[in-house]
């Protein structure tokens, strides 16, 4: 065998120890989580295929005697593909902001070991909740989504069951994404209004959130006077049902770029601080 046949299998030797060790490392946090979300109950009713977008599979898990499901969704959006389960890097419960990341596994007394038991018992408790189990069981008939942002212009799809409306978001004249995470912290803080404007060059929209009792009406207007709106889509639900797919759309938004490619394809930066308090405060609410 040549030196460079040689040079090139002992690459491919490493490259098959790499993916075999990543597969290992994610079998195991797999195990691990099953194992104590069993220990509270659940139990994996069926593994549900991935979407070929963002996400990997997902367990549908149910406990004797209640109703409810719970979703967990594993993440596996890559560069060029959609990872398998094995593979995935991460999880969240459909319809919460709870959310476990696999980080290494680390030795038996390690602080890797110690910080993963712990994330992973905080992951298990929320998601055990009795609410937050009632919650994934609503119908997710709203459902956002943004294109890749290009040039500054940045596609945002809002869709239903029956229903789903386009808009061309313009970088020109507001920062429409800093006033979605803003409106959003607004509403999660107990706010009875707030709404989110978008410029679309030359036109303008508006996604209006109004509280109305225990529940969040969403209407997006397209204005093209100062008194003359048309309503584009309407719709109302709980506030899980109608701002939680705003905060997964901007939280999968934000995987798919650094910050400083995002910034250069949209023309603005990223909201990240605002992100990560929104994030924060959704974790200590009800919804």
Known sequence: MSYLACV????????????????????????????????????????????????????????????????????????RRVLPMSNSYAC?????????????????????????NSELAAFVRGVSNADVSRQTTMGRKLRIQFDDPQHGWLAMFIR??????????????????????????????GDSYRAVRIMEEPTVCELRFKRESDAIRLKVCRLWSHDDCETLFETDGSFSEICLPFWRALRDLQWRFS????????????????????TTKLGRQPC
């Open 160 to 189: 239903s069951d029956d229903t789903i409306v386009t808009l061309a978001v313009s970088r020109v004249a507001y920062d429409t994404l800093d006033e979605l995470v803003d409106g959003l912290q607004a509403l999660v803080t």
């Open 92 to 116: 969240r419960a459909r319809g919460t902001s709870h959310t476990l990341y696999f980080s290494r596994r680390g030795e038996d007394g390690s602080k890797a070991r110690e910080r993963w």
């Open 8 to 79: 090139e299998s002992g690459r491919a030797a490493e490259r098959a120890s790499q993916r075999a060790d990543i597969t290992c490392m994610a079998n195991w946090h797999l195990k691990e989580l099953r194992a104590s979300l069993e220990k509270r109950g659940w139990r994996v009713a069926a593994e549900l295929p991935g979407d070929n977008r963002a996400i990997s599979g997902s367990w549908d898990m149910k406990r004797a005697g209640d109703t409810c499901h719970l979703i967990i969704d594993f993440e596996g959006l890559d560069e």
């Open 259 to 278: 910050a400083e490619e995002f910034s250069m394809r949209w023309g603005r930066p990223f909201p990240l601080s605002g992100m990560e308090r929104l």
